[in-house]
């Protein structure tokens, strides 16, 4: 049982690059969130999925695309790289028998963009 | 203005101090409120959280949360150089869709 896992762990792109970071979970959760988090800011909602086959934007979603493929995967796609998408990326998941909206986070995806 | 403010830190303590971490929100539709603890380069884990207002214990851990003057508290007893880490509180008005969180709070407990 390995929760939330994110790929890759670590990228360095440069400006104008894409790349697609990967998010799969294995708990049968439904819903599925990107967090980005930098320093002093916390984390921020980028995207999130309440169900497989829909998403819906989060507070930060300029500059990104997101993808649910199916029930144990969400990935997060940058088009075009710019040094402001520096930032340490966390994929979450929500754990429904909680009875509150309590997420379990993957290790995190630390992204530099020269 | 920021929905949640949390008190920034950081926070040193000695070893066995008691330790309070505090945080302020704006939206009176929040019911959910959670406490995550984040170590160095690893992803938040959920420490533990409420439902409106009131006190939760757990172990040497208390949350509190007192609606009327949207505020929300994390106390620790006894801490331990293993408390080290950064705490995030959150908040939510349902158990489903978005959580909004605090900024966070470094706290190092020194042996």
């Known amino acids: 049982n390995a929760g939330v896992t994110q790929t890759p762990k670590f990228q360095v792109l440069k400006t104008g690059q894409s790349m697609t970071l990967q998010c799969a979970q294995d708990m049968n959760h439904n819903s599925m969130y990107w967090y980005r988090q930098d320093p002093g800011m916390g984390l921020r909602l980028i995207y999130y999925?309440?169900?497989?086959?829909?998403?819906d934007k989060g507070e930060v979603p300029n500059g990104y695309n997101v993808s649910r493929l199916n029930k144990r995967e969400f990935s997060l796609r940058l088009e075009s790289a710019a040094p402001s998408q520096t930032s340490v990326y966390f994929c979450?998941?929500?754990?429904?028998?909680?009875?509150?909206?309590?997420?379990?986070f993957g290790a995190g995806s630390r992204l530099t963009v020269l | 203005q920021k929905e949640v403010e949390q008190d920034p830190g950081p926070l040193s303590v000695p070893e066995g101090a008691i330790v309070s971490l505090n945080c302020t929100y704006s939206?009176?539709?929040?019911?959910?409120f959670m406490w995550y603890r984040q170590y160095s380069r690893k992803g938040p884990e959920l420490l533990m959280y409420?439902?409106?207002?009131g006190n939760k214990e757990d172990g040497r851990f208390t949350a509190q949360v007192d609606k009327s003057s949207k505020y929300i508290s994390l106390f620790i007893r006894d801490s331990q150089p293993s408390d080290s880490a950064t705490y995030l509180c959150?908040?939510?008005?349902?158990?489903?869709?978005?959580?909004?969180f605090g900024d966070g709070t470094t706290l190092t407990v020194k042996p």
């Open positions: 979450a998941s929500k754990i429904p028998s909680s009875g509150a909206n309590v997420l379990t």
């Open positions: 959150a908040m939510s008005a349902t158990n489903a869709g978005k959580s909004t």
């Open positions: 939206n009176s539709a929040f019911q959910y």
């Open positions: 999925s309440a169900s497989e086959g829909t998403t």
């Open positions: 409420t439902y409106s207002s």
